[in-house]
């Protein structure tokens, strides 16, 4: 499975006074297994994007070849692709609507025809891996929860359809910091469980470089950057002109490094920053 998109361009309203150009000639690769942070400021067409990918918007010019099958070719069947490309957008607690928990998670695996017994049990393996106990919760209103559980209920409806790719809009927005660790830790155990692609965006930089094996920067609805955490985040200036920032980690290097601390400025999380503060303290010795 991989995600090939080639010139992707769209315009909203063409020919009308409210035409926008919201994407022009995107193009990456994504391959099977990747977890994958869209970045970019407010407007900058990542949500567009993100609504290509599963044929919710069809694109002006361009190709998206997905396991092999370019979506944007006439004919090819919608539905199809939505049961393996499967789209969590921002805030999709305010999509639950069911009377108890089990039965909304149930709600996309029944549509696809699946038996009962197959919908049920899909549901409780898609209630347990978003870190929720089935037995205590499978019967109670979804608007009975606190905001994070709603989160992980909602997410758990499309994991529940066992989409190859997941693609999730600012899954963490609104929660506090209590849920929204919660929020990533459920992201890595679906991938550790499911394995297939994760496609997420955030506006969180952390978040992204502990997530991610790809990072795709857009501005302008252009994807200006393509490349790894460290490869992305090691270009601060560029990424300053763009109206982004580095993660606060690596913010932190930067600074000792510009105050004469010999220590690397590509460092992305805590546990790398105490191995690199200690190697340059040892050396200073």
Do not use: C, W
């Amino acid at each position: 499975m991989s995600i090939q998109v080639r010139n992707l361009s769209h315009i909203y309203s063409p020919g009308m006074p409210e035409e926008h150009q919201a994407l022009t000639n995107v193009n990456f690769d994504v391959y099977d297994g990747e977890v994958v942070g869209i970045i970019g400021h407010t407007g900058s067409g990542k949500s567009t994007l993100l609504q290509h990918l599963n044929g919710l918007l069809k694109a002006t010019e361009g190709s998206i070849v997905i396991g092999g099958v370019d979506i944007t070719e006439p004919g090819v069947s919608m539905r199809d692709i939505r049961r393996r490309v499967g789209l969590v957008f921002q805030y999709p607690e305010y999509q639950l609507f069911e009377e108890t928990v089990a039965k909304d998670v149930a709600f996309g695996p029944k549509n696809l025809g699946l038996s009962q017994e197959e919908t049920e049990q899909r549901a409780e393996e898609a209630i347990e891996l978003v870190g929720l106990d089935y037995e205590a919760i499978k019967d109670r209103s979804p608007f009975d929860l606190s905001g994070g559980q709603k989160r992980r209920v909602a997410i758990a409806g499309v994991i529940a359809m066992k989409p190859q790719v997941l693609i999730l809009d600012e899954p963490t927005a609104g929660l506090d910091p209590g849920a929204h660790k919660d929020i990533l830790k459920m992201i890595r155990q679906v991938h550790e469980s499911q394995g297939g692609i994760i496609i997420f965006v955030s506006h969180n930089m952390a978040d992204v470089a502990q997530l991610s094996d790809k990072v795709i920067v857009m501005s302008e609805g252009k994807a200006v950057m393509v490349g790894t955490p460290k490869e992305v985040f090691s270009q601060k200036d560029r990424l300053a002109g763009l109206g982004l920032g580095v993660p606060p980690v690596t913010e932190l290097m930067y600074s000792l490094r510009e105050r004469g601390a010999d220590v690397a400025e590509t460092v992305l999380s805590l546990k790398e920053a105490e191995e690199e503060i200690y190697n340059y303290l040892q050396r200073k010795k």
